[in-house]
């Protein structure tokens, strides 16, 4: 396992940690395996900790119109445009393992043009991408793009509001420089029998 | 009052919004004497919006080395680079009130480096702005220029973590066309004797 | 009132400029009760004083199909986008004025697509950005599209002239560091009974 | 000669054109052996034609401690960047002519960078072209960088106002795809012994 | 395997391939285990294929100054600037296998500023992304820190030419729409014991 | 003649260079009257100077449905995007002739949107233009575009091709500051009677 340093701010040991923190990352630890950095890293802000992890299980974890792997899709699309290692890595593990599907994310990370997605992923993406690069130019013609791949306005929010999430968590890792764990990178590569 | 539509999604009548929010919402009227937008478009998605003001009030509320009127100038800052009317004119209010200065927040959000500003606040906007439309090539060299102003470790990250925060608010906003509050414009754009 | 430079470079005294230009000084002081610093940070340059004054007059008090206000909304959305807080803050006084709107001009300088703009007005806007942020790729389509709202080949020239001459204005304000005067950050924005 | 439109807009007949723009016109063609179109192009707006040519001669005419060789390199080198065909043909001739030099020219209209400029030249040129493509970030390094070479406050305000004022000439001429005569292609082309 | 086509020309058969062109794949075949789609994309244009596969091996096989592993950094860090899925993931591949690292590629691909590289090699990344991006302003200083890490002069053609040379292979790739190989995907992703 | 260094890196003497290598250029020699310094730059590298010419004649010299003039349009439009002084200064002078136009070289070099081309090399250009400057987004509708333009799919390999090809060359003459000859700025500027 690397040795080098997650975070370039002070990373709290578990024991130091307040009691509902500590709880959460030993249950990440428990079904993962292990503690994936972010959560170590932003437990050095106990409330933007439960700030960021309740918005992102209330977008990621939430009934929607998107598959869990398309949430992914999304995260793993406008992190690569963010140049974000940590969120590129880690989420292209994830999706890796919701799309069942070993190739995905790395064309995703790469250019989500020449991915294999259908018509209606590559709409999603595409204005999952508008809103992370130039949100301020998000327009009619937008929605109705959406709109005629039969994505509900639900959807839309969801597309929209996960593109913003991560333009945050993309700053957020790049300022701190978060590290990816060693255990991201060949996660969801072999495909299961 | 204007009447045009606040948000493009449904914004949910008060008697409909879950308890927590509701009272919420009935708090901020009565500070601030009418509800600023942002609350009644995210109570669309009660998750989401209680995620989203943990956050905001983390970052916002918390004790810092940033006095409220330097964190109020990053949030205008760069969201004037993100072109997101509701947070200039919102923020710009808020700005205005809490430097108790009337023309701070049209300069920062026109151009922050015309602004009437310490060196020190300009060094911390550089980052901010760094962060928000760059975050990829942040390096030890922008780390070293907020030390020497005398930002400290935990100054630092307030920095990077509001400019994050308001890279999600600004996408979000555009996203659904959130329209600022008439009452917002004026507020603060007259010195009190 | 403000004693910050109004310029990087020297501002001559009324007494030593040329009479035709502290005449024109002097009648401006009388109608808005102040004078714009404009004025006295080109009187450095008395010819180019008189040459930017007559352009600038040539376009914006010419008769034409815009209207004034039209007009000035072109300005404030080309100078937000270059940038200029001088031209976002005068011109933004201006414009509040002549639409009798006291929130048109933060919302133009913000973001001009999200601004309570006609659509006739939007595709005024559309082509006077491209012309002041891509001009070499202005093209049929773009006559096309403005002459579908109704705009004469006049008016297109009046939108196209006006964002070119403010490219200038808003390069010459920053070189120069041109200080907006305090007093045009209320005007207008009080409505009148 | 070309029978190409020399505007998208119309053109006066010399005959109809207001007096002393006639003569001015007629003055140019007897110096220069034939009409540069952007006098007849202009021609169209009287008023605007007064004032342009006004700003020109009072920039690249008035004393100066740049050579009028050296503010055509500003012109050449900014109108390059702004891709204006009628600016890059136009005065490339001019700065061949001033600077008797037949390869200057198209050098700096690619990449003034690799140009055949003294060091001198390359600080003020490097300056016009930030004044030309990002004016909002001009500060207090560039114009000690320029004082370095020897260059006066006066001197700075020449460079800075050159490109503004073809900030706006490249626009309009792209606004109006006013095409360059033929006779400048080859002019100063051929030293003279 | 997957039957997606691999690239928007015609493939010819290797039956229908020029003799040396066909020779070369069975050799790269026989070595690698599968033919890397490049080989069959190119091989519609014979001499196009011949001088691209003398041009990369002059490059990537010579004697240089930087190892292998180091060159195959170059290629991945600018490929993944200018979204070439193919060489991303054929020669992310290739860099695993060269450096023994089955994280670099990864990181490389997405953020070259934070990778597990030596300050000599984050050097050369610099340099290699700038003649990737903005070859145009590379200067003496670009030099002068290329030397300060002990680069010789012919170890900067080197990167430079690699860069140029990608740039090239990423345009072509994007353009034909160069699917990878399936194998690319886990080659050098398991350490050997 | 000039006497300004050709490139920043060695050049080889005639008698130096491989056979090949000076039987190659005396012979260009001999039917130009000069040797482009392209040649000498690149005989530094013998592999690469190999590699590099048959790649130029590939697509430069081949049976293709452009005719020669108009690949040297894709050229000279190209590197004036990348602002690369040799290859738009040298492909300048070979496009007029092979076009037998004075005009047509400096009108595609600064914006090829206003030069005198059919509507089909309109297209052509801007499809090179695409894959130049963001190839990663080259999709369908791109060669819908062309093939409404009567292009077969053969001609888009050549137009995307070259395009490419020049990138590289772009890149390489950037990094050397290669120095067009001074023969070329004059050549084919003279109509012949």
Redesign the interface.
């Known amino acids: 396992m690397?040795e080098?340093p997650i975070s370039?701010?002070?990373v709290p040991a578990l024991p130091d940690m307040p009691e509902d923190i500590r709880a959460l990352i030993l249950s990440v630890q428990e079904k993962a395996g292990f503690v994936p950095n972010v959560f170590l890293a932003l437990a050095?802000?106990p409330?933007?900790f439960?700030?960021?992890f309740?918005?992102h299980?209330?977008?990621m974890e939430?009934d929607s119109g998107l598959t869990k792997a398309e949430r992914e899709m999304i995260v793993v699309a406008t992190s690569?445009a963010?140049?974000?290692?940590y969120c590129?890595?880690a989420h292209?593990a994830i999706l890796r393992i919701r799309a069942r599907d070993?190739?995905i994310a790395?064309?995703v990370?790469?250019?989500y043009?020449?991915?294999?997605v259908t018509p209606r992923q590559r709409a999603m993406l595409d204005f999952a991408m508008k809103?992370?690069q130039s949100?301020?130019?998000?327009?009619d013609a937008d929605?109705a793009a959406l709109s005629a791949h039969g994505f509900s306005?639900e959807d839309v929010?969801d597309i929209?509001?996960i593109?913003?999430?991560f333009?945050?968590?993309?700053?957020?890792a790049?300022?701190?420089?978060l590290?990816p764990n060693?255990e991201f990178?060949?996660m969801g590569?072999?495909a299961r029998g």
Do not use: I
Request: proline content about 1%; charged content about 25%; overall charge positive.
């Open positions: 690397s080098k370039r701010f002070p050095h802000r409330d933007e439960r700030a960021f309740a918005y299980d209330a977008l939430r690569g963010n140049q974000c290692q590129v890595v292209g070993t190739l790395d064309q990370a790469t250019n043009r020449k991915a294999d809103v992370s949100a301020h130019s998000v327009d929605f306005q929010w929209g509001a593109s913003a999430f333009a945050l968590s993309n700053r957020f790049n300022m701190v420089s590290r060693d990178y060949l590569r072999v």
